[in-house]
């Protein structure tokens, strides 16, 4: 199967599993070169908001207002995205980095 195009900043619907079900994420990492990993590292979408210093809040058209949860980021497997829904801003994004480097106890975290 053929490796989607997928870039960083761009939301996807991910097949995170039985447990977890099929959600919306936003991708983190970089496009993988060929002879690399065809792995996706993503930050998921949530409505079940419980505002952590952790969440990033979001809201665009198409979905209801949730945020995306830096705890719960992960990493799957390119084949696991099903589609891409949308692309977040710039401001978005910048607080979404800023907030997985606050849950990893990064230096860069700023936010």
């Not at 870039?7 to 039985?18: A, N």
């Not at 505002?51 to 995306?68: D, I, K, Q, S």
Request: aromatic share 6%.
């Amino acid at each position: 199967m053929a490796r989607p195009e997928v870039k960083r900043g761009e939301i996807w619907l991910i097949d995170l599993g039985l447990a977890q079900k099929v959600r919306p994420a936003v991708v983190l990492s970089v496009p993988p070169l060929d002879q690399e990993r065809a792995l996706v590292s993503y930050v998921p979408r949530t409505t079940a908001v419980r505002r952590t210093r952790f969440e990033v809040p979001h809201t665009a058209p198409n979905f209801l207002p949730g945020v995306f949860d830096a705890q719960s980021l992960g990493t799957v497997p390119a084949v696991k995205l099903v589609r891409k829904l949308a692309i977040v801003d710039s401001g978005t994004m910048t607080l979404i980095e800023a907030s997985v480097c606050r849950w990893l106890g990064l230096a860069t975290a700023q936010a």
